[in-house]
Each structure stands twice: as structure tokens, then as C-alpha cells.
């Protein structure tokens, strides 16, 4: 199995900001991605990370607002930036890791 | 685009007996994997089971089994000798089998499943 932490655990923000939230995982995993999970709500994919090349975004998801590092094998980041209320949400960092998904803790955002 | 379907937002089950979770799936592709994963209050999403779509033999672990219709594009959750423990939020994903981007999930809207003691 893969270990997943997240930084922070939570944060509440002021509109117009950003806020950077790390993922670390305790493998080296290829494919790594950040989900949304907006409250009471299922989990939406924002993006695809694969160390050495871009991310991928998913439909309605832009990399101005989203901006997405996957410097190394184990080590990911996602900032969500210019922050409004629309943006409160639980951010979720995913690992594959043989064959399965794992998830981090989560990133409980509030923006006011 | 592949679409998870879970039609019961809320479910309950008396301790120690049995209950069934739905989850209907729509997609256009042969090879494919099926999971539930567990999310209890705090957040940390739990893999439950996994189903490769090209076995035939329903996986279970545990307590945990499924009964997987391809053709009907089902995909239940039966959770026997119901335990405090599992109540959570259930989700229902759905994973292709590929490279690249592929290998995202999708997931359904979720069951909120209540055990009483």
C-alpha cells in the first residue's frame, strides 16, 4: 500500500488569495491527482499529474486557477489560486500505486 | 463519458444483519475496473473492494462482497454481520484500464449508510 499526507489538514482563507496544499507520498508512484470534494458533494477530478511532464486538467478546470508541480516521484502540489467562497471545498490528493488508488487525508478549505 | 450511478442517498441497517448498496454504470468499454471505497467522518477514503471487469467471479473480502452484473452494468455492495464501524459514506467508482489519463475514477454521488446498534 501507498501512505498519503496532505499539508494542511485544513485552512480558512480570505477571498483573493492562494493557497498551496502539499501531497506526500511515502512511495514513488508515476500518476498522481487531485480531486475536489465540495460538501455533501462526490468526488470531482481536477487533475492529472505525472512527474516530468504537464498536468492534465479536466473539463472546467484551468491551470491559472489550479496550478499543479509534480516535481519528483513522491511530492505534489496543488495551489488554488484567487480564491473566492465557490472554492470551499475538500481537496484530495490520489496516488496509483501497483494497480491501486490511494488517497491522502484531505485539504478542508474554507474561503470567506 | 462514463457515467456512476448510485440511487440511494441514504440507507440503514440494524446491526449484524446484511445490507445491499446499488451502484449502475454506464461506459462503452470491455476492460474496466469497479471499487467502493468507504469515507467515514474523517475523510480519509478507504478502498473497500475492487472488480476487474474481465473476471466473472464476484470479489468479496471479508464481510465485504459484490455482486457484478456486466451486462446489466451493476455493481452492488453487500455488507453482512453490519458492524458499527461501517457506517460511512460509500462511494462507487469506476476505473479504465490504460495509460495516461485513463486511469482516473469516476464516482458516484455517494451513499450515506447509518448503523444501529
Known amino acids: 500500500s501507498a501512505v498519503i499526507s496532505q499539508k494542511p489538514s485544513r485552512d480558512i482563507c480570505q477571498r483573493g488569495t492562494s493557497l498551496t496544499i502539499q501531497c506526500q507520498v511515502d512511495s514513488q508512484v508515476t500518476m498522481m491527482f487531485w480531486y475536489r470534494q465540495q460538501p455533501g458533494q462526490s468526488l470531482t477530478l481536477i487533475a492529472t499529474?505525472?512527474?516530468?511532464?504537464?498536468?492534465?486538467?479536466e473539463s472546467g478546470f484551468v491551470i491559472d486557477k489550479f496550478p499543479i508541480s509534480r516535481p519528483n516521484l513522491t511530492f505534489s502540489t496543488l495551489t488554488v489560486s484567487n480564491m473566492s467562497p465557490e472554492d470551499s471545498s475538500i481537496y484530495l490528493c490520489?496516488?496509483?500505486?501497483?494497480?491501486?488508488?490511494?488517497f491522502g487525508p484531505g485539504t478542508r478549505l474554507t474561503v470567506l | 463519458a462514463q457515467t456512476v450511478t448510485q440511487s440511494q442517498p441514504e440507507m440503514s441497517v440494524q446491526e449484524a444483519e446484511t445490507v445491499t448498496l446499488s451502484c449502475t454504470y454506464d461506459?462503452?468499454?470491455?476492460?474496466?475496473?469497479l471499487f467502493w471505497y468507504k469515507q467515514p467522518p474523517s475523510r480519509q477514503m478507504i478502498l473497500v473492494i475492487r472488480?476487474?471487469?474481465?473476471?466473472?467471479q464476484n470479489a468479496t473480502e471479508n464481510r465485504f462482497s459484490v455482486n457484478f452484473q456486466k451486462a446489466a452494468k451493476s455493481f452492488s455492495l453487500k455488507i453482512s454481520d453490519s458492524q458499527l464501524g461501517d457506517a460511512a459514506m460509500y462511494f462507487c467508482?469506476?476505473?479504465?484500464?490504460?495509460?495516461?489519463?485513463?486511469?482516473?475514477?469516476?464516482f458516484g454521488k455517494g451513499t450515506l449508510l447509518t448503523v444501529n446498534p
Open positions: 499529474a505525472n512527474q516530468g511532464s504537464e498536468a492534465t486538467y
Open positions: 461506459t462503452s468499454e470491455s476492460d474496466y475496473y
Open positions: 490520489s496516488a496509483r500505486h501497483i494497480g491501486e488508488q490511494f
Open positions: 472488480q476487474e471487469a474481465y473476471k466473472q
Open positions: 467508482a469506476y476505473g479504465e484500464i490504460g495509460g495516461g489519463s485513463n486511469y482516473k475514477l469516476t
